[in-house]
């Protein structure tokens, strides 16, 4: 199973499917599709039935159980996107068998158990790392792997199993795909996405987020002329940000921990533009943190001018703990077959989002799971093979009760 796991993972994240978060369709890009008419190769070799290659880009597939009577159901998701934000093209990803513990030297960049404490305990592990210049895309193609892995398991051992649903799906790093998700296809009472880190992690805790895009008019005059006249729309909007709390950014936060970010800050003098994510764990904070924003607004907009500031606040998804808690038996089968496997359940909150979060609001509980991937979105992306390996046995034997 570990070569199988390891052939997958290379052979995925080699394909580039960079989501786009400029664009308004459903793939974000098309290039998403070269790895879902593989997965679908895949399945089909495998035999799996229904499998199907939607509009969108969603690939779903049924595993039918081998149990007589057996009429119960179990849901695998991850997704087959990668970050926008950093290069996924041209991966080459690099084995390191038997990792000394040391720093790895990779292109302009080293990997360093200084820096990243966790490598020591990856020492005598094989590791996965990029060639430092772009992205691994362990988030969330190890996830894919895995989840494959795990059927080709159960094909070729024919190993008592329920009833297997898989999908693929594009675009959860941009937040919008899993909203074209067809339930119709996916019969499962609850469900699991593989796409978190430590293979005994389970989350069913996220963020509840929303995003601020802040826009500033200035006056834009000759500064030759321009005493007790311009309004330097660029000062004002870095005069906005310096009134949110600084202790509230990101880089100040942890755990439970909100965080209000500056994604974003462009301008001239005649006008500019902040955008900002806010995050929060509770709802209630949530709201304060976009009071916080539109006091600030107020303040200038009543130093400066009506209309000087104009705050828009959209909601983008919310915490899915508060309906997974009412389904506690999705949280107990996956701890009781990490338990099997020897593993120590640990759950632990999301400092992000999920597509499992919005699937429990669309009414499918899905909790997350580890991929044994770590430090995702940017060039110091490794994953652990033994871990990896590890989270296919998760799933088989979660599929197996």
Do not use: W
């Not at 996830?143 to 594009?170: C, Q, R, S, W």
């Not at 996220?206 to 007790?228: C, E, M, Q, R, Y």
């Amino acid at each position: 199973m570990k070569n199988k796991l390891l052939t997958n993972f290379l052979n995925y994240v080699q394909v580039d499917t960079m989501s786009d978060e400029e664009s308004n369709t459903t793939p974000s890009t098309q290039k998403q599709f070269n790895l879902a008419k593989i997965l679908v190769q895949e399945l089909k070799q495998l035999g799996l039935k229904d499998i199907t290659l939607s509009e969108n880009c969603f690939v779903y597939a049924k595993l039918p159980t081998n149990i007589p009577n057996c009429k119960d159901n179990i849901g695998f998701i991850a997704h087959i996107d990668t970050i926008p934000g950093f290069s996924g093209t041209n991966v080459k990803p690099n084995v390191i068998e038997d990792y000394d513990g040391k720093t790895i030297k990779l292109k302009g960049i080293e990997l360093s158990p200084t820096q990243f404490p966790f490598l020591k305990d990856l020492k005598g592990k094989t590791l996965i790392t990029t060639d430092g210049t772009t992205i691994l895309g362990a988030d969330d193609k190890a996830g894919v792997a895995e989840i494959m892995t795990m059927l080709y398991h159960f094909v070729k051992t024919d190993e008592p199993h329920l009833n297997i649903y898989v999908a693929f799906t594009p675009d959860e790093e941009i937040g919008t795909g899993i909203e074209k998700f067809d339930l119709s296809l996916f019969p499962c009472e609850f469900a699991y996405t593989v796409d978190g880190g430590k293979a005994n992690e389970i989350n069913y805790e996220n963020f509840n987020a929303a995003a601020a895009t802040i826009n500033v008019k200035g006056l834009d005059i000759h500064p030759g002329s321009a005493k007790n006249k311009m309004l330097n729309a660029s000062e004002i909007a870095m005069e906005f940000n310096s009134l949110l709390p600084a202790f509230q950014k990101p880089e100040y936060t942890d755990g439970y921990e909100g965080f209000i970010h500056l994604t974003s800050i462009t301008g001239v003098v005649g006008n500019a533009k902040l955008t900002y994510i806010l995050r929060d764990h509770d709802s209630d904070l949530l709201e304060k943190k976009k009071e916080i924003l539109k006091e600030a607004a107020n303040f200038l907009n009543k130093k400066y001018g009506k209309n000087t500031i104009n705050v828009t606040i959209k909601d983008s998804y919310k915490n899915m703990a508060t309906i997974i808690q009412k389904y506690p038996k999705v949280i107990e089968k996956a701890q009781a077959a990490m338990q099997k496997i020897n593993l120590v359940p640990q759950a632990s909150p999301i400092r992000g989002g999920t597509d499992g979060a919005r699937l429990t609001y669309m009414g499918l509980p899905t909790p997350n799971l580890g991929t044994g991937g770590y430090n995702c979105h940017g060039p110091y992306e490794l994953a652990c093979l033994e871990e990896m390996e590890t989270i296919c046995k998760l799933l088989i034997e979660i599929a197996k009760q």
